[in-house]
């Protein structure tokens, strides 16, 4: 099966189901990052990845990582964390600063959040598609995950931690609202041991896009403040 290629000024995405079984998940490439290109890809269960020399690549992988905001797995650990309210819960208020906190080099040295995925994300958030978690310890910003919220689901693009446990913080927030809210899925793309310990399930892809397409349409606002006085039980 040959990889789709994207028209870059009128990008038309393939269906979900061709994508490559290796590499997992691969889709398409081409296309641009313009927020109607980048909404319509979530809304397909799509989504971009790839490095400063590639060319924009799309994926769908044949196991989603998820989580459900109802059955997050909040430790001990973090419960004492959260109920110790060391960190001030901001939404929206630094949203370029989280995104380029989640493109520092990590392990390897390199990230795959280039400039023209920030400008592309950043550009999504003043459309108000696009939102972030913030967790600051007085001044400083300490942790945060941002992404693309989508009727019922939040795709989750995101996270860093500058103290222990601080994205773990911004994802507990943010699932707590979006459990009040009626939000039923977090995407987190794919597995990993830190998602995996927070309760995150992995979900055929063709589960995952029957559920995506039950509700993507839901209209739910982003009504999530700023909450560093939530309680914790």
């Known amino acids: 099966m040959n990889l ?37 890809a979530y809304r397909q269960g799509i989504f971009p990845w790839y490095q400063d020399d590639d060319p924009i690549l799309w994926w769908s992988p044949a196991t989603r990582c998820l989580i459900e905001p109802k059955a997050l797995n909040i430790s001990r650990r973090l419960l004492r964390l959260l109920r110790q309210q060391p ?23 390199g990230t795959w959040i280039t400039e023209e995925m920030m400008d592309a994300y950043t550009a999504l958030h003043e459309q108000g598609q696009a939102h972030c978690v913030e ?77 995506l397409h039950n509700i993507r349409d839901r209209q739910h606002k982003w009504s999530l403040t700023d909450s560093h006085d939530w309680q914790w039980r």
Not at 17 to 39: H, M, Q, R
């Open 135 to 211: 967790v600051w310890d007085g001044s400083d910003l300490v942790g945060g995950i941002y992404g693309v919220h989508i009727g019922g689901i939040f795709c989750g693009e995101s996270m860093f931690s500058r103290v222990d446990n601080g994205s773990k913080v911004a994802i507990a927030h943010l699932c707590q609202w979006m459990a009040a809210e009626g939000l039923e899925l977090l995407d987190c793309q794919m597995i990993n041991p830190h998602l995996l310990s927070l309760g995150a399930i992995s979900m055929p892809r063709s589960d995952f896009l029957t559920r």
């Open 4 to 40: 789709a290629f994207l028209d870059p000024d009128q990008p038309k995405f393939p269906d979900p189901s061709t994508a490559l079984a290796e590499p997992d998940g691969l889709l398409a490439f081409g296309g641009n990052l313009e927020p109607k290109t980048l909404v319509d």
């Open 87 to 109: 960190y001030q819960i901001k939404t929206d208020s630094a949203f370029s600063e989280v995104v380029k906190a989640c493109a520092e080099p990590r392990g390897d040295g």
